[in-house]
């Protein structure tokens, strides 16, 4: 069976402070996305990368938040900055034709 | 707006009581609808892709079936490993997101 990759499981950082959240994404699919989900809370979508660049993004993806395919394999999502309110579950999830698929989550903690 | 609700929110169901779960969407253009199930802490574990009215998919005791308003998971003789959120998300034909409904959380009891 197929799988997305998330790194690290867990990652606490102090509010202010930049995190890194990595993932490998299936090899031969082609669209990858990071969601996140807050305690509780519906899965909310941040946003979509195709063809090396974003092709969708969502209010909450604003400046604070970037993504990168630095090496044809992961594909990373940075928070700069971190607020309290950043603390949720992020996924990754890439995504061929209708095949989509999760990853199992960096629980982000923000103190 | 595209939007998905899914209900009822929670569901507690004896082992062996089937039951059904309800997934309503407007998409403008429906491109594939999915169902996954999440346990708690754990990123969505995939299900099925439906992608026209009339068809369905079965796994295990899921079958999930598709018109062009809804969805439906049906549960047959469930078991209480069965017990988890189920998510239903659609893939419009316009942009490349998933929109997520907000789960029905499902427990069996033994």
């Known amino acids: 069976e197929p799988e997305v990759t998330q790194t690290p499981s867990h990652q606490v950082t102090q509010m202010g402070q930049e995190v890194i959240l990595r993932c490998v994404p299936i090899s031969n699919h082609l669209y990858f996305y990071w969601y996140r989900q807050i305690l509780g809370q519906k899965v909310e979508f941040l946003v979509s990368f195709y063809n090396n660049e974003i092709s969708e993004k969502s209010e909450i993806f604003d400046d604070q938040f970037s993504v990168e395919r630095p090496d044809g394999s992961n594909f990373t999502l940075k928070i700069r900055s971190t607020k309290l309110e950043d603390s949720a579950m992020y996924f990754c999830?890439?995504?061929?034709?209708?095949?989509?698929?999760f990853g199992q989550g960096t629980r982000l903690t923000v103190v | 707006e595209d939007q998905v609700t899914q209900s009822p929110e929670a569901l507690r169901l004896q082992e062996g009581e089937s039951s059904s779960l309800n997934c309503s969407y407007t998409v403008s253009g429906l491109r594939g609808l999915f169902w996954y199930r999440q346990d708690p802490g754990k990123g969505p574990e995939f299900l099925f892709t439906l992608y026209s009215a009339g068809e369905e998919k079965e796994k295990e005791r899921l079958k999930a079936t598709l018109t062009k308003k809804e969805s439906f998971l049906h549960i047959t003789a469930p078991k209480p490993e069965d017990s988890a959120t189920y998510l239903c998300?659609?893939?419009?034909?316009?942009?490349?997101?998933?929109?997520f409904g907000t789960g029905t959380s499902l427990t069996v009891i033994p």
């Open positions: 999830a890439s995504r061929f034709l209708t095949e989509a698929f």
């Open positions: 998300a659609v893939l419009a034909n316009t942009g490349n997101q998933f929109y």
